[in-house]
């Protein structure tokens, strides 16, 4: 048994134990034990912690930028000083690779500075009335960005200290104060996390941690009054209730995804082969942006699977602590889904290339060939490293069934033909479209977005500090 500690929940600037004593157990993926427990609060103290950030943001935002931004760059310096306490939890929490946890710290830090450098190069416009027909230039409209209050801010589990920081940063250097929900597996990060934010001396209330049951506090958080604009990073169907809960206030949901690689006839199999398997595996595919099937035309088919074939099998599989990239899913639960997945393509006439092998909930990497429209790995995320691949003859039969998608995160396109590249990009139903490169959500800067089923709005620094705050216009009415 591990050392197993209690952690408060943070409200305030103060670390609190619930008043109703209970606790929600915390199991690590891969070490099938507890690690920790975390609170599971009551809707009456989800009241005070919105009253605290109401109260918070008040002051915070009329302060001047460059002192906000100090604290934030402060964060950014005590993240990177417990970048190892940070991604140890993180391994032992969500199962990745100590590497890839570190990597996350790091990333997170840079995307706090970058989000300050961002927002301090950010100004307003000014507009003379005199442009319009009968309007007149002693008529001057001055429009800024505000802040729009306190954000709700809910990330997944898979980086629960990255894109909880994607939500929190640019909330918060806008003025914003925030209420933050951590996915209950991720919570013990995104506590860590906010254990670097208090060391930063921040104000109080600025940032409130709540944790607890779903079904105690989640639909009572969306509906909140106190709440005035919601960041979702998750599954598309708590997307879509959440969406439904809300009602009339700003919304950014980042949810799931089917991304395809579309690899034409005259692609660099060797390029296409080595990025498709980094894009589909990496984390056990337990990302978004993962690539989840390959439309490959049939004529370049057989020997895309023996290369795919060849470097699948040399990925390495076991536990995250010795940095092996096929690590255990996130639950049991998730293991059976992706497992559901295969055997019904199998059932279906799919062929196992290589995989289908299970370990409780470690799914080996497994490629699927043959795979056709009537099988449900055509169409669902499986969240895990199961890969179908689907043969077309063209390709209009390729951008058909990427289209025929309800997701529409991002594409990828595998050619030497930079004209057809453009031309197939243009028709994807996609919030972007990689040419030549694994689906990816960074560089951080870049704007990200997903369309259909895959969400609404867009994140990407730049845009995340547009969909925190409203524009403001103060006319000047000049009399001589
Ligand atoms: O899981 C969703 C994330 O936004 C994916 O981010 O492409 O950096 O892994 P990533």
Request: charged share 25%; with cysteine; proline share 4%.
């Amino acid at each position: 048994m591990l050392n197993s500690t209690t952690y408060k929940f943070y409200v305030n600037g103060e670390w609190k134990e619930s008043q109703t004593g209970q606790t929600i157990e915390i199991k690590s993926p891969y070490l099938h034990e507890t690690i920790g427990k975390v609170q599971a609060i009551t809707k009456e103290e989800v009241d005070n912690a919105i009253s605290s950030a109401q109260e918070a943001q008040k002051q915070w935002a009329d302060i001047p930028l460059q002192q906000r931004a100090s604290y934030l760059y402060k964060w950014a310096e005590e993240l990177v000083n417990m970048q190892y306490e940070i991604a140890e939890i993180i391994m032992k929490e969500v199962g990745k690779s100590f590497k890839d946890a570190k990597n996350e710290v790091i990333r997170t830090a840079d995307f706090i500075r970058y989000t300050v450098e961002e927002a301090l190069h950010m100004h307003g416009q000014s507009m003379k009335g005199d442009s319009f027909p009968g309007g007149s230039k002693s008529k001057i409209a001055i429009i800024e960005r505000v802040p729009l209050g306190v954000v709700l801010a809910i990330p997944p589990f898979n980086y629960p200290v990255n894109l909880a920081a994607a939500k929190l940063a640019p909330a918060l250097i806008s003025g914003n104060a925030v209420i933050f929900k951590p996915a209950t597996q991720g919570a013990i990060s995104g506590i860590k996390m906010i254990e670097a934010f208090h060391k930063a001396g921040f104000p109080k209330g600025l940032i409130n941690v709540v944790t607890g049951r779903g079904s105690v506090i989640g639909d009572y958080l969306v509906e909140h009054k106190g709440i005035d604009m919601i960041s979702f990073t998750g599954g598309t169907n708590t997307g879509t209730h959440l969406a439904k809960k809300a009602g009339m206030i700003p919304l950014v949901l980042e949810l799931g995804g089917k991304d395809p690689a579309i690899v034409r006839e005259d692609a660099d199999l060797e390029n296409a082969v080595q990025q498709i398997v980094s894009g589909a595996f990496s984390y056990s595919g337990q990302r978004c942006t993962a690539i989840k099937r390959i439309l490959v035309n049939e004529n370049v088919a057989d020997e895309m699977i023996g290369l795919l074939k060849a470097e699948i099998e040399k990925l390495t599989v076991g536990s995250p602590a010795e940095d092996n990239t096929i690590v255990p899913l996130i639950d049991d639960s998730s293991a059976d889904f992706v497992q559901s997945l295969i055997d019904d393509a199998i059932e279906k006439g799919a062929t196992v290339v290589t995989g289908n092998k299970r370990e409780q909930n470690l799914i080996y990497p497994t490629l699927l060939d043959q795979v056709t429209e009537d099988m449900r790995i055509a169409w669902e995320e499986p969240f895990g490293p199961a890969l179908p691949v689907i043969r077309v003859s063209s390709d209009e039969e390729a951008i058909h069934i990427a289209n025929a998608s309800e997701f529409g995160l991002q594409a990828s396109i595998f050619t030497k033909d930079i004209n057809k590249a453009f031309s197939i990009a243009n028709k994807l139903e996609t919030g972007s479209v990689q040419i030549n490169g694994k689906t990816e959500r960074g560089p951080d800067h870049f704007p990200f977005i997903g369309i259909k089923g895959s969400g609404m709005g867009a994140q990407g620094i730049h845009k995340s500090i547009e969909s925190m705050t409203r524009e403001k216009v103060t006319v000047l009415n000049l009399t001589d």
